[in-house]
């Protein structure tokens, strides 16, 4: 237990823990760390037990020719030392782009289960975050041995590039060659280490040269073209701002400068002069080509895997390495392009006392002669930028050769002899690009340089001859290179296309694979391996399980079967699925749909290609695998989706149902009310029938015991017949009362109850329905105002505009008013050519904002408490939209009352 404590106390300083293990072994102690049991073979050992190590490299993007040199620099260097490399390819963390941020969790996956040390292009991949947050995230994988690039982080091995060497030079370039004073900056990312160095050397410099730093003309960039033609706007676009040239914290926010300054009609460098920083592939090729500061991009790949290893087996490595940037100078900054500078360094020309010699002369050693041109070829090549790494493939014994042909050529007094030799040494160039094209007019120049002194008359003549079509020869093969290049470049691009409109048309993901396998020697794939997660927890993906579905390898597809291999996914791939005979090189990505982390792909190209096609490569190999881990999704929720689809329909047809029988349930709760009331309502007028005829019997009675009897007085007979003409009225009046409101009742509650369409009269039905309601609006003291032209005669359903005006009043009396407010309540009908218009409305509450486009709604109602169903205003828009064709519409405000606007054809 002591010792495991101990072991985690010092873990966080590297220097104690060298120290701990070298105790350890000098004492011959056995301990554990991790798995491994025994001495310790290096300081780091004991995190897995592979046989060939493997570095990690995390990285932001391989579609910019700054990382993709890079990533050649380290992936060639793994190769050279056997050793494997895991990129890790997962944009800049914390990405304010959201597609870039989904990438980030690619990076949980590196682990000691499956690296030995991990190296982190930090300078890209720590853009959008402050240096402390970026510190945090890389000391999260302690206590892997780690290297930062382009950022130098506390306690961990760093390459940095020397920004102030070539900047400051560039700097006083612009100022004492070409006399630029208000030289604009464009800075990169708050808190990036580059960003923030680059813009303290601009201002520094400044300074020097006694020029105040003008704010106005320093302007925040992220590293993206856009933000370049973003910048040129900010400082362009305010009158009065005088702008003589603008230097960029990298090239590509110069690309974007030189396109928005092009775009403006703004002459590059003859009104705005432009410089960048990196000196990518781009910079050369733009038009005017782009002065720039180099930096050894390759080698920084190359330095940083020698810097891990070093580390790893516990030799001395410096906390911080630096490796130099020197200035390019091109035509944007308003200089000549370096290829006319270098010739115009070799045209030193001899003393003129050997002209007139004989040719002869000059070729009497040509050996000696080629070392001397040799060594001329080198020193104004070596030290260049862009020559460190470059195979100078012009040797000596090539110039003797050529030197011969081209004696053979004055002898001949024809220039086939030196130039088909010429051609031959082009062709037998591998990869002929533009360095390769300077160094062999730098020959050119130097030869001339050394020959013209020799010649005179027709020999100088010729020589001038052949020298110029050795330039156009040149010139003519570099441009049939690119262009081939490009046709190359253009049919691999072809390739995708076609195949990733064949994989859009296949739906299961066992086709998507299989044309993927048949193609990948086409896209220049050497392996794959796709995997998706199986029980994923999106916090925390690395302690989650993955399968296995797909693996090609250069041998061509394994077979794992249809169910795929389960493993832990922080292994990256199941054990034994890689060849191990050799080192490889692979790509991690993660693959995602939307939100959805779905699993990971780890491939290795064959070769590294232009950036451009690296770009289609991983375009069509992202969309084939989102595409193909969708469909495996979908196949294996199909039959739980099945199931629950039909599960749904269930219970949507019991949902309806059950819909159905509660709105019939509400019509006749409504019609039992109407029983109720009219019941209710004809029991007086009958009572009083029944009393009065009751009294004329009995006085009837008495009048005959009368007669026959004591005899009828003439007084008694006028009294009886006026007792019985008032009886015979009271009862007539109330049989006529009730039997208006049974024949109301009647037809209210025949028109209720059927669908029947009949012909009748609005105001008079409106009148009959509010006379149905009359036990209801007796007991509140309401006035009700019906605004009707009495001619209006409707074709329609009668219990149509009963259920409507019924619930429309109950709903007012509920809702509308309180129990001891007095209200009123309108009901207005015109008549349009072929519309009416029905608007109700009262002086209520009214209805708050947010309720009143539920209000429709099934069972949505704001006083449940007092029995509201919520079912009365959705059966009025059922009955007006379904049976009635027409529209309703509400408008109301709390404390202003409601309105309601029903719209009808009158053909209905």
């Not at 102690?29 to 995190?47: A, C, D, E, P, W």
């Not at 007086?684 to 009828?712: D, F, Y």
């Not at 709903?811 to 129990?819: G, K, M, P, Q, T």
Request: charged share 25%; aromatic share 8%.
């Amino acid at each position: 237990m002591y010792f495991q404590l101990l072991l985690f106390q010092v873990t966080a300083q590297p220097a104690l823990y060298h120290l701990f293990f070298d105790i350890l072994k000098d004492i011959a102690l056995q301990y554990r760390t991790g798995v491994v049991s025994g001495k310790l073979k290096h300081k780091y050992q004991g995190m897995n037990t592979r046989k060939r190590k493997t570095i990690g490299f995390f990285i932001d993007w391989i579609e910019n020719p700054y990382q993709c040199d890079l990533f050649s620099g380290i992936k060639d260097r793994a190769l050279e030392k056997d050793v494997n490399l895991l990129t890790f390819v997962g944009g800049a963390i914390e990405s304010p782009r959201k597609h870039e941020h989904l990438r980030n969790s690619i990076y949980q996956l590196a682990h000691k289960d499956n690296i030995d040390g991990l190296v982190i292009l930090s300078g890209s991949v720590s853009r959008f975050v402050q240096r402390e947050r970026f510190s945090s995230f890389i000391h999260s994988y302690d206590p892997l041995p780690k290297v930062s690039i382009g950022q130098e982080i506390d306690r961990i091995h760093s390459i940095l590039i020397d920004n102030k060497s070539g900047l400051y030079k560039m700097i006083v370039h612009l100022i004492r060659d070409h006399g630029y004073r208000n030289i604009a900056f464009i800075c990169g990312p708050e808190g990036n280490y580059d960003a923030d160095i680059r813009l303290k050397i601009y201002s520094e410099t400044l300074s020097e040269f006694a020029f105040p730093c003008n704010p106005d003309l320093i302007i925040p960039g992220d590293f993206t073209p856009q933000s370049g033609v973003q910048a040129v706007s900010t400082l362009l676009d305010k009158p009065g701002r005088k702008v003589d040239a603008i230097l960029a914290s990298n090239d590509d926010m110069a690309c974007g400068v030189i396109e928005e300054l092009q775009r403006r009609h703004i002459s590059i460098p003859k009104d705005i002069a432009v410089a960048g920083f990196d000196d990518q592939v781009s910079s050369k090729i733009m038009n005017p080509p782009l002065s720039t500061i180099y930096q050894p991009t390759y080698e920084i790949g190359s330095k940083a895997l020698d810097m891990i290893l070093d580390i790893i087996e516990n030799k001395e490595v410096p906390l911080v390495a630096y490796l130099p940037t020197e200035p390019v100078i091109r035509e944007s900054c308003g200089c000549f392009s370096e290829s006319l500078s270098l010739d115009s360094v070799c045209m030193t020309v001899k003393k003129p006392d050997t002209a007139g010699k004989e040719p002869e002369e000059f070729f009497s050693c040509p050996e000696k002669l080629a070392e001397s041109i040799h060594s001329n070829i080198l020193h104004h090549i070596t030290g260049k930028s862009g020559f460190e790494n470059e195979n100078i493939d012009l040797q000596m014994e090539d110039i003797t050769g050529l030197l011969y042909s081209l004696s053979a050529s004055f002898k001949k007094n024809d220039y086939s002899p030196f130039l088909l030799t010429l051609k031959a040494h082009l062709y037998k160039t591998a990869r002929f690009n533009r360095n390769k094209e300077i160094i062999w007019q730098v020959f050119i120049s130097v030869l001339r340089s050394y020959l013209l002194p020799f010649l005179s008359g027709a020999k100088q003549q010729l020589a001038e001859i052949i020298l110029h079509k050795a330039r156009l020869l040149i010139d003519d093969y570099s441009e049939r290179e690119y262009l081939h290049n490009a046709i190359k470049e253009a049919q691999a691009n072809q390739i995708y296309r076609d195949i990733g409109e064949h994989i859009v048309s296949l739906e299961s993901i066992e086709d998507v694979l299989e044309i993927l396998g048949i193609n990948f020697t086409r896209l220049g794939i050497r392996s794959c391996y796709l995997s998706l997660y199986e029980g994923k927890d999106d916090k925390d993906i690395v302690f989650s399980n993955s399968k296995l579905l797909f693996a090609f390898n250069p041998g061509g597809r394994v077979e794992i079967g249809k169910q795929g291999i389960s493993f832990p996914t922080r292994k990256l791939f199941p054990e034994g699925i890689i060849p191990e005979d050799k080192p490889w090189s692979l790509l991690v990505e993660s693959i995602f749909f939307g939100k959805n982390q779905l699993g990971i792909v780890l491939y290795e190209p064959e070769s590294q290609m232009e950036f451009t096609t690296e770009i289609m490569r991983r375009l069509l190999l992202n969309s084939a695998f989102k595409g193909a881990a969708f469909i495996q999704q979908i196949q294996n929720q199909s039959q739980n989706l099945e199931a629950a689809n039909s599960e749904l329909q269930n219970t949507l047809y019991t949902l309806q149902t059950t819909q159905k029988r509660l709105v019939e349930t509400k019509k006749m709760a409504a019609l039992g009310g109407l029983v109720a009331g009219i019941a209710h309502e004809i029991n007086t007028p009958i009572g009083i029938g029944v009393t009065a005829a009751s009294h004329l019997a009995k006085e009837t009675n008495e009048l005959v015991l009368k007669i026959n009897t004591t005899g009828l007085t003439k007084s008694d007979l006028f009294s009886y017949v006026k007792m019985a003409n008032e009886a015979a009225s009271l009862i007539l009046s109330n049989l006529q009362r009730s039997h208006e409101l049974i024949k109301s009742f009647k037809g209210i509650a025949v028109d209720q109850s059927s669908e029947e369409k009949r012909s009748f009269k609005l105001k008079e039905y409106i009148q009959d329905i509010l006379l149905s309601l009359r036990p209801r609006l007796k007991r509140v003291n309401h006035n009700i105002h019906i605004y009707c032209p009495d001619d209006i005669v409707l074709n329609s359903y009668p219990g149509a505009f009963s259920q409507i005006i019924t619930n429309l009043i109950i709903n007012s009396l509920i809702h509308a008013f309180d129990d001891d407010r007095k209200g009123t309540i309108s009901i207005e009908v015109k008549l349009f050519e072929n519309e009416m218009v029905l608007t109700y409305s009262d002086n209520g509450k009214g209805i708050e904002k947010k309720n009143i486009k539920k209000i429709f709604e099934p069972f949505f109602t704001t006083n449940r408490a007092q029995g509201g169903t919520g079912l009365g205003l959705h059966l009025i828009f059922n009955i007006i939209t379904q049976t009635l064709g027409g529209t309703i519409e509400c408008r109301s405000k709390p404390g202003e009352g409601t309105k309601f606007i029903i719209r009808m054809p009158v053909s209905k």
